[in-house]
């Protein structure tokens, strides 16, 4: 299986300001048959499922405020959102979907 | 729009066995793989299981043998027969349908609320 690895655990950040979070995969997650990194990010708040925000690492989803964004390859990925609101508090997570899919451990997100 | 209403948690045994079901709506069921995704109380995410749109089983080593996911197409249902439960299996099971790009079924587009199993005695 591959592992995904993020850090922090837990992230205090105050509003406006910039949050980041990294995603490490123990396998590269670029596949080649699309030549596209497998990975997304999903966010999940209080009581309510996850939610898709980001996928191919970098395509945010419909809806998605432009104050998130994805980026790396290979093994390594970044989430980040540019000028946290007080919604954004929530748990997120990375997944790879390369090969049977697997979860990072989770990063909850929190004003500062 | 998409709608996911999973159903069937319940407090059973462990050894026991369960039935979980996903009623879908506001898409063509037949085309999208679904899958399910379970969280323990305060953990992360887990994948579970996957049915593709052709028909097609996979597992989590965790599970395997032990569960199987199948279909009713012409319920728009997919269900998870739960076997041999054990105490870790508790968690709350998600359905969920895949976003549909052109990967293996395994990229998560929307979420059911999830129903809660509890395997204890």
């Known amino acids: 299986d591959v592992a995904m690895t993020q850090s922090p655990e837990s992230l205090a950040v105050s509003l406006g300001e910039r949050a980041t979070i990294r995603c490490k995969s123990s396998?590269?997650?670029?596949?080649?048959?699309?030549?596209?990194?497998?990975l997304a990010w999903y966010q999940q708040k209080p009581g309510q499922p996850p939610k898709l925000i980001i996928y191919w690492a970098s395509t945010r989803e419909s809806g998605v405020p432009d104050r998130f964004s994805g980026s790396g390859s290979g093994t390594d990925f970044t989430l980040t959102i540019s000028s946290l609101q007080a919604e954004d508090v929530a748990v997120y997570y990375c997944?790879?979907?390369?090969?049977?899919?697997?979860f990072g451990q989770g990063t909850k997100l929190e004003i500062k | 729009e998409v709608q996911l209403l999973a159903s069937g948690g319940d407090l059973v045994q462990p050894g026991g066995s369960l039935r979980l079901s996903c009623a879908a709506s506001g898409f063509t069921f037949s085309a999208y793989a679904m899958s399910w995704v379970r969280q323990a109380p305060g953990k992360g995410l887990e994948w579970v299981s996957t049915f593709s749109n052709d028909d097609r089983a996979y597992y989590a080593d965790s599970v395997k043998g032990r569960f199987t996911i199948f279909r009713d197409i012409s319920e728009n249902t997919l269900h998870l027969q739960m076997n041999s439960l054990r105490a870790e299996d508790t968690a709350v099971y998600f359905c969920a349908k895949d976003r549909g790009i052109g990967t293996a079924g395994t990229l998560f587009g929307h979420w059911g609320q999830g129903t809660l199993v509890t395997v204890s005695s």
């Open positions: 396998q590269s997650v670029l596949s080649g048959s699309v030549n596209k990194n497998c």
């Open positions: 997944q790879q979907y390369d090969r049977s899919p697997t």
